[in-house]
């Protein structure tokens, strides 16, 4: 597997979150980027390609090379700004606040919509746009590492503009959990009050389905997630992946209307392909206009890559990166009601911790000599940790004391895409 396939998983689009719970997911060296080059999108644009690179912002709009000057000053006659981002790849965060910095030295009127965060935690942003929180009491009020699974450094400078600024930052997610129930049962099946929260997803728009369900049939799937079954996981998988878009969009236009303000969108790249998800729902609400931007890497071995011109209104090329900027540990934990100590989820699958002597189950007793009651807690120590350190776990299995040291090593999928 490239690195470019591992980064792809963190890129794409949230039925990847479900498909890694059963196996580590991987695109054929043909197949992994051919969701890039589809026929679909602006009716003027399809089947025309562009070759991007490395360092260079293409306009697809007319094929050429942009300067990022002239890209900012065409944003000015939009009310939403979209920036996908790989969530483990700290160029692109680089180049979200760079683009950021630029609209805002020109319209003070700012505000920045973020999938990172549910909207039922709303009131601690605010505290924090206001400059009554500091960042230790931002990840921890917020929970940062449990509604989200990447590490804040990839994000910490644009909060801290936010911060400088004063520029509001909106929660636009929802919890998990409903969308997990929306995935498995059907948005029918939610109660009055969960439907406030969640309008119901559009699950019937032909051009949205093709894509996902190109990334979908593109992925490695394993043998027992083939069959029968497929479609009927298929449909589960659109409902959550639409039931993000919807929501998100919804909370969006919601924010921007309420605080008449152009608002930047930050969400994984998958949300943005094509101008057919968040961006599409957003338009159809309130029909103003908008832009979107997206970064891509090129494969190292490759100079350009191919995509189509109706892919989003720019692309911004970068290199590949030899690995992320921080290290994933791939440990999920659990609390069980009456027990203090956290439980390994299950058996790690990425990150540092694949293939090493954790399994489900596992009761953490202490992680350097320190005992964490809450997952946010002990995963925001795990953060700290760069490439090539090392901690100590010390964990109960089976009525027996073990000892696990866990390095901060590269392996061969080392990215975290849950």
């Known amino acids: 597997m490239t690195r470019n396939t591992r980064k792809s998983k963190s890129f794409c689009l949230a039925f990847c979150l479900f498909i890694i719970l059963f196996a580590a997911t991987s695109m054929a060296e043909e197949e992994k980027d051919r969701y890039l080059r589809l026929k679909i999108g602006k009716s003027d644009l399809k089947g025309k390609v562009l070759s991007i690179a490395p360092d260079r912002l293409h306009d697809l709009s007319n094929g050429q090379n942009i300067e990022f000057s002239g890209m900012i000053e065409n944003m000015m006659s939009s009310r939403f700004i979209y920036i996908g981002e790989a969530h483990n790849s700290l160029p692109m965060h680089d180049i979200q606040l ?19 965060i549910p909207v039922t935690l709303q009131h601690i942003l605010n505290k924090w746009s206001l400059g009554l929180l500091t960042e230790e009491e931002l990840i921890h009020d ?23 600024k004063k520029i509001p930052i909106y929660g636009l997610n929802i919890p ?156 999920t934990f659990k609390k069980f009601d009456g027990l203090e100590n956290l439980v390994i989820d299950r058996e790690p699958i990425d990150g540092v911790a694949k293939g090493e002597k954790f399994t489900k189950g596992d009761i953490v007793l202490s992680v350097d000599g320190r005992t964490y009651t809450e997952i946010n807690d002990l995963r925001t120590y795990l953060a700290k940790f760069r490439w090539n350190d090392e901690v100590t776990f010390r964990i109960l299995r089976e009525a027996k004391e073990l000892e696990v040291v866990l390095k901060f090593l590269q392996k061969d999928n080392n990215d975290n895409s849950e």
């Not at 003070?108 to 919509?113: D, N």
């Not at 590492?145 to 503009?161: D, G, L, P, Q, R």
């Not at 998990?176 to 929260?197: P, S």
Request: charged share 30%; net charge neutral; proline share 4%.
């Open 176 to 331: 998990k959990g409903l969308v997990t129930k929306i995935r498995m049962k059907g948005w029918d099946t939610l109660t009055e009050e969960e439907k406030k929260l969640v309008p119901r997803p559009d699950v019937s728009h032909e051009e949205h389905r093709t894509l996902i369900r190109t990334i979908f049939e593109s992925s490695d799937l394993p043998h027992q997630m083939k069959g029968p079954g497929l479609d009927m996981m298929f449909e589960g998988l659109y409902r959550a992946q639409s039931t993000w878009d919807e929501s998100m969009a919804f909370y969006a236009s919601r924010a921007s209307n309420e605080t008449e303000r152009r608002i930047v969108v930050l969400a994984g790249s998958g949300h943005f392909l094509y101008n057919l998800g968040i961006n599409r729902r957003v338009h159809e609400i309130n029909r103003l206009p908008f832009k979107t931007v997206l970064c891509l890497e090129i494969p190292e071995n490759e100079k350009t890559l191919s995509v189509s011109r109706s892919l989003a209104d720019y692309v911004w090329g970068l290199s590949e990166e030899d690995r992320p900027s921080f290290p994933s540990i791939g440990l």
């Open 142 to 164: 917020i929970l940062w590492y449990e509604t989200w699974s990447f590490n804040f450094k990839y994000y910490e400078k644009i909060f801290a503009f936010a911060n400088l």
């Open 98 to 116: 760079k683009i950021i910095q630029a609209l805002y030295k020109k319209d003070k009127r700012l505000a920045i919509g973020l999938e990172m």
